[in-house]
């Protein structure tokens, strides 16, 4: 019922700039929560950020982990069943498989990826010094 699908991974070079996208459906987005996780090679899988949202189904506040937060920024389309994360300033630690996840709840501020139960497969980002 509830499928996220990524896309806009690729490869650029330190200091470029990237746009991931997920688009979601079966799921309702009003007071649930949205997150981004990444995973490299070898590494745990860590937030990236998550995104709250209110009754009308936008974006009501998001959290940034510290090792993004001022280069990423999360956005929404028109139609409310698609998340965009603008990253900028990308360095060589940012390449990562990203996924974007989600979870019939309040994000409550966590990043726990055993919290959510939906995933995309995930999008690769290489970035090159």
């Known amino acids: 019922q509830v499928q996220l699908v990524e896309s806009g991974g690729g490869s650029v070079q330190a200091g470029g700039s990237l746009k991931l996208s997920c688009s979601a459906s079966?799921?309702?987005?009003?007071?649930?929560?949205m997150a981004w996780f990444r995973q490299a090679a070898g590494k745990e899988r860590e937030g990236v950020g998550t995104?709250?949202?209110?009754?009308?189904?936008?974006?009501?506040?998001?959290e940034y982990a510290d090792s993004v937060k001022g280069r990423f920024t999360f956005s929404q389309d028109n139609a409310k069943n698609t998340v965009s994360l603008q990253m900028n300033s990308l360095r060589p630690e940012d390449t990562a498989m990203y996924y974007c996840?989600?979870?019939?709840?309040?994000?409550?501020?966590?990043?726990?990826?055993?919290?959510?139960?939906?995933w995309g497969q995930g999008t690769q980002v290489t970035v090159s010094s």
């Open positions: 996840a989600a979870k019939k709840d309040q994000c409550f501020g966590g990043m726990d990826k055993r919290d959510f139960g939906y």
């Open positions: 995104i709250s949202f209110d009754y009308d189904g936008r974006i009501d506040y998001v």
């Open positions: 079966g799921y309702i987005t009003s007071r649930n929560c």
